[in-house]
Structures are given as C-alpha cells and as structure tokens.
C-alpha cells in the first residue's frame, strides 16, 4: 500500500473542500 498517497489524496480534498 502507498500510504502516502492516500494521505496526500486526503489532503488536497480537505484543502479543495475548504
């Protein structure tokens, strides 16, 4: 699993959301 990827995914949606 690339974790990081799921991390920086997750990221860029909250920022996007925001």
Do not use: E
Request: no cysteine; charged share 5%.
């Amino acid at each position: 699993m690339r974790m990081y990827i799921v991390a920086l995914v997750l990221t860029l949606l909250s920022v996007a959301s925001a």
